[in-house]
């Protein structure tokens, strides 16, 4: 099966500066990449998406870069806030295998805190 | 939320002891989720559902149990043979063809006493 490596585990950085969390994966079959921000005590929430066919993409501060032939992608938060500390997580997954119902295959997760 | 609605927040289990914790979307998904989280481990997937009455044991199955009786519903009984319990949980759903994204609960902690 997919295998998601992210590094690193906590990050620090002072408000207004930016911060990049890294992730690779194993299965070159995996086409969909999702991002997720989870404040502790709730679930998840889904921040940003890249599929594929898509070598980058940006939502205001926040941009997803793929590079298919390394299997690696990055988060990048630009003039980070204190309300982005939160636990975020990459995913990898085929959603059009159907043996698998698209399941999500997770990284351990990078603790972000921005001091104000 | 999305439209995932998770109950109770907490649940407290004595030993030996099953629980179930509940899991509905009124977003019409077809496929449906649960995962176990673990302080410093991510997410690890226990079961998942397509349609009614089918699911399928993910990476940690052992001591869970799950039905599917309706489309909105999945929930999730924590048997007596888990000796390890004590986790947040979360399910969640995706609409099946056309869509990708996952969208998750709020999550139940489950305590042992």
């Known amino acids: 099966g997919e295998n998601v490596e992210q590094h690193p585990s906590t990050l620090s950085v002072q408000e207004g500066d930016s911060a990049v969390i890294k992730c690779t994966y194993s299965?070159?079959?995996?086409?969909?990449f999702p991002w997720y921000k989870q404040e502790l005590g709730k679930g998840p929430q889904l921040i940003i998406d890249i599929r594929s066919n898509v070598g980058e993409k940006k939502d205001q501060r926040i941009a997803v870069t793929l590079n298919k032939t390394a299997k690696h992608f990055s988060l990048h938060i630009t003039e980070t806030q204190p309300e982005d500390s939160a636990v975020y997580f990459c995913?990898?997954?085929?959603?059009?295998?159907?043996?698998?119902?698209?399941?999500?295959?997770f990284g351990r997760g990078t603790q972000l805190t921005v001091w104000p | 939320d999305g439209g995932i609605t998770q109950s109770p927040k907490y649940l407290f289990r004595k030993e030996g002891q099953n629980v179930t914790l509940s899991c509905e979307q009124n977003l019409n998904h077809d496929a449906m989720y649960w995962y176990r989280q673990d302080p410093g481990q991510g997410l690890r997937l226990i079961y998942y559902s397509q349609i009614v009455n089918d699911f399928q044991k993910g990476d940690i199955a052992e001591g869970y149990s799950v039905s599917r009786e309706k489309k909105e519903s999945f929930p999730l009984t924590v048997t007596s043979a888990q000796k390890n319990p004590t986790a947040f949980y979360l399910c969640?759903?995706?609409?099946w063809g056309g869509g990708e994204t996952q969208y998750f609960g709020p999550g139940t902690r489950l305590l042992v006493l």
């Open positions: 995913a990898a997954s085929n959603p059009d295998r159907g043996s698998t119902l698209g399941r999500l295959y």
């Open positions: 969640a759903s995706r609409v």
């Open positions: 299965d070159s079959a995996s086409n969909y």
